[in-house]
């Protein structure tokens, strides 16, 4: 097969390359490949049957037309603070730009127009000292909602609007390996259901979001594509009450704080909040269940659940921190029998594992059916697991009762974006031809961000179409 562009992956930043181009008039031929299928055919069956039944070839959570984020939360964050780093490869100025234009594109295509976090300033203030008075720092970042099962009506919308403009999106299919030749990319090697067959094509762009960032960390230093270990952030996901949440969830949706506990002072800092919401499984490649949370528009639960996840920046000599981080989850995953490890905060204090006959006890009922009562210390490393103690306790002063005796942890929380790809400002890889965009390129942490890195590809190749 021949194209102009292929795209490997049909999460944000590679519909956003194609929508972009579309709307700006391109007569190049675009092709998507993705392994996963049309969002109108992902389905995760733990509705009906209550328990992770580790669908192959792939989880339906994480592979297929919008990729992971999707099918989570579906928070746009609407600041440059919040989702990467972006705006320091190519200027706050024009990434605020790009969102503020990402933004619209969603909002034509049936986002919620409200803005969460915005409406009272006075009680923002008061949040903000109480967590300046912990040692914390408050980013209060304007977020758009989409909710899970809304996001899916939106990304239906943007999946119909680039078949219906040309673009042949071909699903069940697996790259394999990128073809580069003296130092220039010629396209991709995939399989199908046809077999395997290679993909000629000028531009090649890579933007398989945290679950390819391994597969292209590998083959990076397979084909010389300079790149560099980045930061791996290891972690739980912590649910409580919504009545602890409440204000913060009343005023913020989502409050994003930031500290550098002692006795370590890593980076620590919540993510992912989801008001009402639904702890979940995700399932990547070779058996590996992590955690992640749910937030729906019109179906709520009694909790809150949001991420706390510690930074770990290695140096030489190691340069393995994806591999890293997978060794932690498949320990716990190990302790749990291939399930979600959940154990309370009072239990992780007194030294103790947590029985599932208190957990029945509890005010706080898990909203994940299947996870394994048990001891995730047993699993995470002491120095994550002394700042997420520490963290909690912090946050504790600026929402009082997180740290609660009953104050779930669900464990392993990962986020696998450490490989970072050395790119300019222009998105061009050290090969002629290939470019690597959203949270597998290590640039970018979510939707909004991994969507705008992808608006601005767009551009990059009209500008070179148009030269």
Same mark, same amino acid.
């Given at each position: ?38 969002? @109108? ?12 039944? #580790? ?8 592979? +297929? ?26 200027? @706050? ?6 969102? =503020?234009?990402? %933004? ?19 009680? &923002?203030?008061?949040?903000?000292? /109480? ?8 980013? #209060? ?20 609007? !680039?078949?219906?403009? +040309? ?6 299919? $697996? ?66 009450? =919504?009545?602890?949440? $409440? ?44 955690? =992640? ?22 140096? $030489? ?8 981080? /997978?060794?932690?989850? @498949? ?10 490890? &959940?154990?309370?905060? +009072? %239990? ?14 509890? =005010? ?18 002491? /120095? ?16 009082? +009762? ?44 979510? !939707? ?10 767009? /551009?990059? !190749?009209? $500008?070179?179409?148009?030269?």
């Amino acid at each position: 097969m021949k194209t102009d562009v292929v795209i490997v992956g049909a999460g944000p930043a590679g519909i956003f390359t194609a929508i972009e181009m579309i709307r700006k008039g391109t007569k190049k031929k675009i092709v998507i490949v993705e392994k996963g299928a049309p969002i @109108e055919k992902r389905r995760c069956p733990k509705k009906e049957t209550q328990r992770c039944v #580790d669908c192959k070839p792939y989880c339906h959570i994480t592979t +297929g037309f919008s990729g992971a984020g999707a099918f989570s939360d579906g928070k746009l964050s609407l600041s440059t603070e919040v989702g990467g780093d972006l705006p320091n490869l190519i200027g @706050e100025e024009l990434a605020q730009e790009l969102i =503020n234009y990402t %933004d619209k594109i969603y909002l034509e295509f049936g986002a919620d127009t409200k803005i969460e976090g915005i409406s009272d300033p006075e009680a &923002v203030k008061e949040i903000r000292k /109480r967590a300046i008075q912990a040692g914390l720092k408050l980013v #209060d970042c304007p977020i758009r909602h989409l909710g899970t099962e809304k996001a899916q009506e939106i990304y239906y919308k943007l999946e119909q609007y !680039l078949l219906e403009n +040309g673009v042949d999106i071909i699903f069940g299919c $697996e790259c394999n390996t990128l073809n580069i030749k003296d130092g220039k990319c010629y396209g991709v090697s995939v399989t199908e259901k046809n077999g395997t067959y290679d993909i000629e094509a000028e531009t090649t762009i890579v933007a398989t979001g945290r679950r390819g960032a391994e597969w292209l960390e590998h083959l990076c230093s397979e084909h010389g594509v300079e790149h560099q270990p980045g930061t791996v952030d290891i972690g739980v996901r912590v649910e409580v009450r =919504n009545e602890v949440m $409440e204000k913060v969830n009343e005023v913020l949706y989502e409050s994003k704080l930031i500290g550098w506990p002692k006795p370590f002072k890593n980076k620590v800092r919540t993510f992912c909040q989801n008001p009402g919401g639904f702890v979940a499984q995700e399932n990547y490649d070779n058996g590996l269940a992590v955690v =992640n949370g749910h937030s729906y528009k019109e179906i709520k639960s009694q909790n809150t659940n949001l991420a706390i996840l510690v930074s770990h920046n290695f140096r $030489e000599p190691f340069d393995q921190p994806i591999e890293y981080a /997978r060794k932690v989850g @498949e320990l716990t995953n190990m302790l749990g029998t291939g399930h979600i490890l &959940v154990q309370r905060y +009072g %239990d992780i204090l007194d030294g103790k594992r947590t029985w599932q006959k208190e957990l029945n006890f509890s =005010n706080l009922k898990p909203t994940i059916p299947d996870a394994v009562a048990g001891d995730i210390t047993a699993a995470m490393p002491y /120095r994550a697991m002394m700042n997420i103690i520490n963290f909690i306790q912090a946050v504790d002063h600026v929402v009082p +009762g997180f740290a609660s005796e009953e104050t779930l942890l669900y464990s392993p929380e990962l986020k696998f974006y450490s490989n970072r790809v050395k790119t300019d400002e222009d998105l061009n890889t050290s090969v002629d031809g290939l470019h690597c965009l959203g949270d597998s390129s290590g640039w970018t942490r979510g !939707l909004m961000m991994a969507s705008a890195m992808g608006v601005l590809m767009g /551009r990059k !190749l009209m $500008e070179k179409e148009n030269a």
